[in-house]
């Protein structure tokens, strides 16, 4: 006698709790999630072909305005402003307090250079010898004819 093989029971999953589950995640972390602050002075940086990126952490950014009024910002907190002759001192207590503090400087590419050559002294005289000059990445002409 012969064995009656028994039917398979299919498996139905309700996918509407996983579909539930997704939404509510997706609504938690756009509402926690934390945007940049809105910058003070925007600011239209130079061109360059340099693709480098500046890190997201530890980063004493300084940014100046086409007006030449400086700013600085370290992390999300937001901009402050400060001056050429206050710069030093901000520079050193930032880098005392975290010595793994790298410096990147925006500056509006209308600016006047007499404020960054100020920047720089500055750099100099606190022995921040490496920084960023951030601009922005532009197409190369040959990459925009093919």
Do not use: C
């Given at each position: 006698?012969a064995?009656?093989?028994?039917?398979?029971?299919?498996?139905?999953?309700?996918?509407?709790?996983?579909?539930?589950?997704?939404?509510?995640?997706?609504?938690?972390?756009?509402?926690?999630?934390?945007?940049?602050?809105?910058?003070k002075?925007?600011?239209?940086?130079?061109?360059?072909?340099?693709?480098?990126?500046?890190?997201?952490?530890?980063?004493?950014?300084?940014?100046?305005?086409?007006?030449?009024?400086?700013?600085?910002?370290?992390?999300?907190?937001?901009?402050?402003?400060t001056?050429?002759?206050?710069?030093?001192?901000?520079v050193?207590?930032?880098?005392?307090?975290?010595?793994?503090?790298?410096?990147?400087?925006?500056?509006?590419?209308?600016?006047?250079?007499?404020?960054?050559?100020?920047?720089?002294?500055?750099?100099?005289?606190?022995?921040?010898?490496?920084?960023?000059?951030?601009?922005?990445?532009?197409?190369?002409?040959?990459?925009?004819?093919?």
């Amino acid at each position: 006698m012969a064995a009656k093989k028994m039917k398979r029971v299919g498996i139905k999953m309700d996918m509407t709790p996983m579909v539930d589950v997704a939404f509510l995640l997706l609504i938690f972390f756009m509402s926690t999630s934390q945007f940049d602050p809105p910058q003070k002075v925007p600011i239209v940086l130079p061109d360059s072909h340099s693709n480098l990126k500046v890190p997201e952490s530890d980063v004493l950014v300084l940014g100046i305005s086409k007006d030449s009024r400086l700013f600085w910002q370290v992390g999300k907190n937001p901009q402050e402003e400060t001056d050429i002759p206050n710069l030093e001192t901000l520079v050193l207590e930032q880098r005392r307090k975290n010595p793994r503090l790298r410096v990147a400087i925006k500056a509006d590419k209308e600016s006047q250079y007499g404020m960054m050559e100020d920047v720089m002294a500055v750099m100099q005289k606190t022995n921040t010898i490496t920084f960023s000059l951030v601009t922005e990445l532009v197409a190369s002409k040959k990459s925009a004819l093919h």
